[in-house]
């Protein structure tokens, strides 16, 4: 047994004890704490041209080393469910008509896992767009997640921009 819970009433109150057999700790009381619970907050993308991975190159912090600053992947040592979002700024100015951004998920070759998408369109005019996306994903040892540019447009450069995730369970 790696984690046993058991819960019962005394009088109007919930009792709660924990035994664990794992390397996390875990405490409960008013909520639920699992110290070394895979997250990242990654942040600082580079101008990023279309079709590419944006690779987020700073880590405000990298819990179970999940994130990769150098490939802008996150890969789960953990099968569960996992909670990602992205906020980037696109750049118009190239004449295009649209940004376009999505999570991919183990992409290989010509074989594209795509989870949600994030889209704007402008016709003509120079301006800057916010793109954003939050979704949840299932994912299994080893599979990762990135940030793509799927669009038209460039990113806009290295201070506008966040990919975050979180093992939920």
Known sequence: TIAELKLGTDQGLVRNRVSMATSRDMHIGGGLTIVGQTSFNAYSPPVTTTNSTIVFGSTR???????STSTGKFTASTSGKYFFTFDVL???????NYGRVLFRVNNTGGTMEQYGDSLTYQASGQSYFGLGLTCLISLNVGDYVEVYNAGQWATYGTQYGVFCGHLLG
Do not use: C, I, T
Request: charge should be negative.
């Open 90 to 96: 696109m750049d118009s100015s190239a004449n295009a």
């Open 61 to 67: 912090h990298n819990v179970g080393s999940g994130y």
